[in-house]
């Protein structure tokens, strides 16, 4: 049986940029999209704890959603093969007939696809749908798209001492973080504040929803939930840098990614880290941060749906 096991220590690499020294800012970037072929990015967190309750109850079956391209979904089918369970994804809407990569991926894992419409998937937090699903599928382990519960949360409580420890003793500001369900926000502010870290750093998460106002309420709800102090202080949600919203990428974002691939040895995500990475360039250049502050962004993974369909 394999263990599953979290990085221990995580490649950083200094990001340059002629606006950077300007500003006196220095920006580097831990890559979490270098942990595993393929399950890296922030998914372990997320996943192995999940993986683990879901071993020590008994279940041989894991089940979740996500769309065509989802990240969650390839990590969890990958997951699964890896650590031998069964496993389904229901997949939103029209997308799951297609056959895009991450679901050619999910399938080769032996994940069982269930594509439902748009409007059945919006059901899905229905008792009514779980219940169906166990009718047709028999018993479980139910994880929410994205990982989103509270397992999920509090394993990404770690990821605080891995950057503690990638960062080799020496102090940072800020880390910025793309959010869609907030869950590893949620999880590094609370681990963050657990471990012994003089001046620990700000956690400042970029939504990459439209709209994502109401994630704030969800963070807040997560971190009531796991930590008796309160963190209010300790974390922001920008929700002004998502490009147009979830998955869109505007032709301003795909030029930003091309340069800054040409100048950095990194792949980028489009989705996610691409769009913390804009708002990083964005703010330095806005004066939001004061000279000589340090930020380290994370590179959340995601690199699988670069691939094309
Ligand atoms: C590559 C990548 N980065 C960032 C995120 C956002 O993480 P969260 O949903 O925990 O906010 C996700 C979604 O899980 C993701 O797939």
């Not at 979490?32 to 993986?51: H, S, V």
């Not at 800020?174 to 012994?196: D, F, Q, W």
């Not at 704030?216 to 709800?221: A, M």
Request: aromatic share 8%; proline share 5%; net charge neutral.
């Amino acid at each position: 049986m394999t263990v599953l096991e979290q990085p221990i220590q995580v490649p950083i690499s200094k990001l340059t940029h002629p606006m950077f020294d300007a500003h006196g800012i220095n920006v580097q970037m831990l890559h979490l999209e270098r942990t595993d072929p393929l399950l890296n990015g922030n998914k372990p967190f997320k996943l192995f704890p999940n993986i683990e309750l879901a071993r020590s109850l008994g279940y041989q079956t894991m089940l979740s959603f996500g769309g065509a391209w989802s990240n969650h979904i390839h990590a969890l089918a990958e997951a699964g093969r890896r650590f031998g369970f069964s496993t389904i994804g229901v997949i939103r809407g029209d997308d799951g007939e297609r056959p895009t990569q991450t679901l050619n991926f999910a399938r080769s894992c032996g994940m069982t696809l269930l594509p439902v419409s748009r409007l059945d998937y919006r059901r899905r937090h229905t008792a009514e749908f779980i219940e169906n699903l166990k009718l047709r599928f028999g018993d479980f382990y139910l994880i929410p798209e994205g990982g989103a519960n509270q397992t999920g949360v509090t394993g990404c409580k770690m990821l605080a001492s891995v950057i503690q420890r990638s960062l080799n003793g020496s102090a940072i500001d800020e880390i910025v973080l793309a959010c869609g369900t907030g869950t590893t926000l949620a999880g590094l502010t609370v681990g963050l504040s657990e471990i012994n870290w003089v001046n620990a750093p700000h956690v400042r998460g970029i939504a990459v929803l439209k709209g994502a106002g109401f994630l704030r309420g969800e963070i807040k709800g997560w971190l009531d939930l796991i930590s008796p102090t309160d963190l209010a202080d300790c974390w922001t949600l920008e929700t002004e840098y998502h490009c147009g919203g979830y998955a869109r990428f505007p032709a301003s974002l795909m030029r930003f990614i091309s340069e800054f691939e040409a100048r950095n040895p990194i792949v980028v995500d489009p989705v996610y880290t691409a769009k913390a990475l804009l708002a990083v360039y964005q703010r330095v250049e806005q004066g939001l941060h004061q000279q000589g502050a340090s930020i380290l962004l994370i590179h959340t993974g995601g690199l699988q749906g670069r691939q094309q369909a």
